[in-house]
């Protein structure tokens, strides 16, 4: 069966600082992978995705970027964290372009 | 205009009753549909696609109207344990072509 790990699971970061969020499957290969981000009481936002190593999507202009140097890795970035970085970072998978979507246990992250 | 988009409740409905949401979407084209459910401060979990002709998994009963561009979930004899958030789903085809409702607040009171 296939697992999807994210850590850490909360962080609280102060502004300016950098970010490094990690998500890894196991049990499949070659997944669709996804970042989203989630703010308090709102819906989710895609924010990259990845069709395979090396291949990265950008949906929404920020100061985050994503990286997936390993088929079943996928990093979220950033170099310096804003106040508005602040939420709930979700890492998903798919099998293919119509399937449904698996999301990681997600990382909360706070930026003070 | 919204992709896909859900009525936010939040619905309180008695143990034992039956409740009902519905989501609308924008894209005639859309080719995969989904119900998710997702607890407070948690990741969303599947917990049902919908297909043409309708399916039902125990107490939840989903179904797609092409037509009215509509898709429902029904859930019978709510239990405690049913109070979450329900996020609809929508695919329009392509890797970023996964839209998600807002979500509608479930509450079961005892």
């Known amino acids: 069966s296939q697992t999807i790990h994210q850590w850490p699971a909360t962080l609280v970061q102060p502004v300016g600082s950098p970010l490094s969020l990690e998500c890894t499957v196991e049990?499949?290969?070659?997944?669709?992978l996804y970042w989203y981000r989630q703010a308090a009481g709102r819906g989710l936002q895609l924010l990259f995705y990845?069709?395979?190593?090396?291949?990265i999507s950008s949906e929404v202009p920020q100061n985050l970027s994503a990286s997936r140097p390993q088929d079943r890795q996928f990093i979220l970035s950033s170099k310096k964290l804003l106040l508005s970085d602040s939420g709930f970072y979700l890492c998903a998978w798919s099998w293919g372009n119509y399937n449904e979507q698996f999301f990681g246990p997600g990382t909360r992250l706070t930026v003070l | 205009r919204k992709e896909v988009e859900q009525d936010p409740g939040p619905f309180n409905v008695p143990e034992g009753a039956t409740v009902a949401f519905n989501c609308t979407y924008s894209?005639?084209?859309?080719?995969?549909f989904f119900w998710y459910r997702q607890d407070c401060r948690k990741e969303p979990k599947l917990l049902m696609s919908v297909y043409s002709s309708g399916n039902e998994d125990g107490r939840f009963t989903a179904q797609l109207n092409r037509a009215s561009q509509y898709i429902s979930l029904l859930i019978r004899d709510s239990k405690l344990s049913d109070s979450a958030t329900y996020l609809c789903v929508v695919n329009e085809g392509g890797a970023n072509n996964l839209f998600f409702g807002t979500g509608t607040r479930l509450t079961v009171i005892p």
């Open positions: 894209n005639s084209a859309s080719q995969s």
């Open positions: 990845s069709v395979g190593i090396g291949q």
């Open positions: 049990g499949t290969s070659n997944p669709n």
